[in-house]
């Protein structure tokens, strides 16, 4: 049989001699061509993409095929797979240029080497302590910086003198460094002309540029700047920015507002078009320049971080919150931390705003603050535990509440675990162990956060230490004293303070004005 051919090499006819087999294939590849291929009525692809429920394997479509408004995720941090992120600081980028959003990190460990600038729209979280691991290996880094803004605001240049008229300027001494003149960049002075900026044209030399518009007021013109700006004309709403200023040097995406010395606040950035050209939610009512520019969130925004351990491995903070600085009067910005673990030592979190969040996480302190937060902060069901004698857990503001956490001994002993004993911070439900000495007061100058409100908490010293409370309507009940070597002491400074219902072994000696001392056991 080995002599005859098979069907599929017998020519097609006899008017047609090529291959059987050539035709089928090609008679495949002309159906795989057919955009229109299996779209009738009933016929395959039209049912499958007209079915209610489209039934993939399970787990088959990856984040990228998904429509934006359809992701749970905006990135995915997974190096063992082709359609996610190889690195964090990747994932962060393509955030950024979406306006923000969440990014899930997927077990495994993960390395920040530089800097790793967010903005307040992004979270990012893991799999659980136990299976996703962060870790800052840089010095040099902030680790992970929540930038509200990167301003780029005028430099002072002191006086210039011109001409009515005259469309030179001149300098007293030659402008260098930040203060460097080129062609796009913007003057703004003490002119008549209510400070308007005048663009440079033309660089005439060290000393001299000509301006676009002419100066109106001549003479000497006091109170001059010098920056990168850009305008807005009549009834549109698009930003062009110049001088050397782009897009990428701003920190501008969507949804961020435009804060500037020309037209104060209140447009929201919508769209990027390009490196120099935003478009904003409002049309502007009038032509206006400015040489100071600034994109700002308002402190609405909170990032969120939840189930992965840090690990930091430098003496660099773990996660800023930088303080705004050209903000006017909106919120610094506050962050959520849930579900944390937090390893190796140093400040894990540091926040510039006030009512940040940090619930059920894990800290091992060493004699830097392990947080640093401000007024109005909530740290609950947490636990501190000490790398060695000394340690911090928390530099809180006033008004900052600790609830049913654990500051327990790994190493060492007399741990400062509340470093600020000037704040009027409450404690409810706690247990301290190992502490150093303990100074509980008030902050009557501050109008919303004046007093401290301490209330069943265990405070357990390390030998010839002492609990000390001072300032006024310090409110101390329910707790538990053991360890201290010496009686609770209400200095001289105390007044009007409640302290009801302790259990002390030392004992309490009252050296105060005013303050209400009953039912106290020793």
């Avoid at 440079?200 to 109170?223: C, D, F, K």
């Avoid at 008004?399 to 600020?420: A, M, P, Q, T, Y």
Wanted: overall charge negative.
């Amino acid at each position: 049989m080995s002599g005859f051919e098979t069907w599929e090499m017998m020519p097609k006819s006899q008017d047609d001699t090529s291959l059987i087999s050539d035709a089928i294939d090609q008679a495949i590849s002309d159906h795989n061509d057919d955009v229109d291929a299996h779209l009738g009525t009933d016929q395959a692809l039209q049912s499958h993409r007209a079915a209610e429920i489209i039934d993939h394997l399970a787990e088959s479509v990856v984040n990228d095929k998904l429509a934006p408004l359809a992701r749970r995720y905006v990135a995915i941090v997974d190096p063992t797979s082709v359609s996610d992120f190889d690195t964090i600081a990747g994932a962060v980028d393509h955030a950024l240029a979406k306006g923000g959003g969440d990014i899930f990190i997927k077990r495994g460990k993960h390395y920040i080497s530089s800097d790793l600038l967010i903005n307040p729209t992004i979270s990012i979280s893991g799999e659980g302590i136990e299976e996703t691991r962060v870790i800052i290996t840089d010095a040099t880094t902030a680790g992970i910086n929540i930038v509200r803004e990167i301003p780029h605001l005028p430099t002072s240049i002191g006086t210039v003198t011109s001409t009515s008229g005259s469309d030179i300027l001149t300098f007293t001494t030659p402008l260098t460094g930040d203060t460097s003149v080129h062609i796009g960049r913007a003057i703004r002075h003490s002119d008549s002309g209510g400070h308007v900026p005048k663009r440079i044209t033309e660089v005439i030399s060290t000393t001299q540029v000509r301006v676009t518009p002419a100066v109106t007021t001549g003479g000497v013109l006091g109170g001059c700047s010098i920056g990168d700006g850009g305008e807005l004309t009549t009834d549109s709403n698009e930003l062009k920015l110049y001088g050397n200023l782009t897009v990428s040097d701003t920190n501008v995406t969507l949804g961020s507002q435009l804060l500037t010395n020309g037209i104060g606040t209140g447009f929201t950035v919508v769209d990027i078009i390009d490196d120099q050209t935003i478009l904003l939610s409002d049309t502007y009512t009038d032509d206006t320049e400015f040489n100071g520019i600034n994109f700002v969130y308002s402190g609405l925004e909170r990032a969120q971080f939840t189930d992965f351990t840090l690990e930091n491995q430098t003496s660099a903070y773990g996660i800023y919150c930088e303080s705004a600085v050209y903000s006017g009067d909106l919120e610094e910005t506050s962050i959520d931390v849930l579900r944390m673990s937090f390893v190796g030592g140093g400040t894990y979190v540091a926040v510039a705003g006030p009512r940040t969040t940090v619930r059920d996480s894990r800290f091992e302190s060493n004699t830097s603050n392990s947080l640093e937060l401000n007024s109005g902060g909530l740290v609950e069901n947490c636990i501190f535990r000490s790398l060695a004698s000394g340690a911090r857990a928390l530099l809180g503001g006033n008004g900052c509440r600790v609830v049913r956490c654990r500051f327990e001994i790994g190493s060492g002993s007399s741990h400062n675990w509340l470093s600020d004993t000037s704040a009027a911070m409450n404690l409810e439900g706690n247990t301290f162990i190992g502490l150093n000495n303990l100074t509980i007061q008030s902050y009557p100058d501050d109008a919303t956060f004046r007093s401290a409100y301490i209330a069943g908490n265990v405070f357990n010293f390390s030998s010839t230490r002492r609990l000390t409370i001072s300032g006024t309507n310090v409110v101390f009940m329910g707790n538990f004293i053991e360890g201290a070597t010496s009686t609770i002491l209400l200095n001289s400074s105390s007044t009007d303070c409640v302290v009801v219902g302790n259990h002390s072994a030392p004992g309490i000696t009252n050296s105060g004005t005013g303050n209400q001392v009953s039912l106290n056991t020793t």
